[in-house]
């Protein structure tokens, strides 16, 4: 048996797309929630004698897998981007594990299930069950069971076709009112990220490469851009400015617009702190509802140190080169983090 984790990141590669896992119990459903957004990436397809060939995978798709309580089963509805379901895909699970990094995987117990809208119902890697029973890997009574649940996979999801897929789509936007109350911020330096500061230029010059990197990065992360640069003197929210201010923060606006990337907001545009990690943490403070959230910055005015737990969220990008794909990468890491 194998262990498949939520996160989709081994075999899909999904480590890039945003991650949510939560428990639920309310009156329409008890158990594990995962949604994994699929922000990115080309069409994949499978292809079934009724649907015909049925998307599985690409930009725009949700996957919402549900472990429901006293069940032994993985339930996966592929969500179009029209929010409907596709496919869906129910592993028979032996047990639910947490990683050490707390995500939730499963115990692979070999037999699936998958069934369309249209009505095409595969009972998929039975061979493998009874290998699996065959060579002792799994008793009698584990190899029954695994055939038991297929059936009551067939019994509670396959008779009413339609009511499963109501009953995933109130499970999703219930899971999503949660998640929305909790937006995933980048904390956006510009100097040394997005350019390469000159101090004899009055226009900053932003570094093309690094603008696509940071656009297709926020349309991947769904994320929220808070702008803790001094470039943020020249936005209307900050009366510190100067004509040079205001003319880069126009066009530093007009760039990322140009990208589809809006400015959600910036951090205090008072004097009175110390350093960006005490303007970070009263953000922070008043914006209770971020919990999870990354800082891009070539810490050239502020090395976090003062705060732990702040510069754990650091992204640290080489003022001499910009934002680089492994900088990406390592937002993503921070905005997948179970917390």
Known sequence: MTKKRLTRELKWGFQYFPYHQLWMDNDVYTGWVAINYLTDGKYYYWEYPKSGKVPVAGKGMCWLTLIPEGKSRSITAKFTEERRVSVW???VID???IDEDGVVAFIDKYLDV???PSGDVVIDDKDELDNAYHSEELTKEQYETALQEGDSILEDLCQDIAAT???CLNILHKAEEIINQNPFTIFLDIDGVLDIFHSNLYYQELIPEALERFAKLVHRTKTKVVVVSD???GSKECERSTDMLRDNWKQLEEKLKSHGVEISDVTTCESTYKNRTEEIRTYLLEHPE???YAILDDCFSDDYSSDTEIKRHLVFVDALKGLQDENCIQ?????NEII
């Open 114 to 116: 998958i069934f369309t």
């Open 331 to 335: 937002v993503c890491a921070l905005m």
């Open 89 to 91: 895909y129910t592993d």
């Open 290 to 292: 971020i919990k999870k």
């Open 95 to 97: 047990k639910v594990t």
């Open 231 to 233: 470039w943020r003197y």
């Open 165 to 167: 897929e109501k009953w």
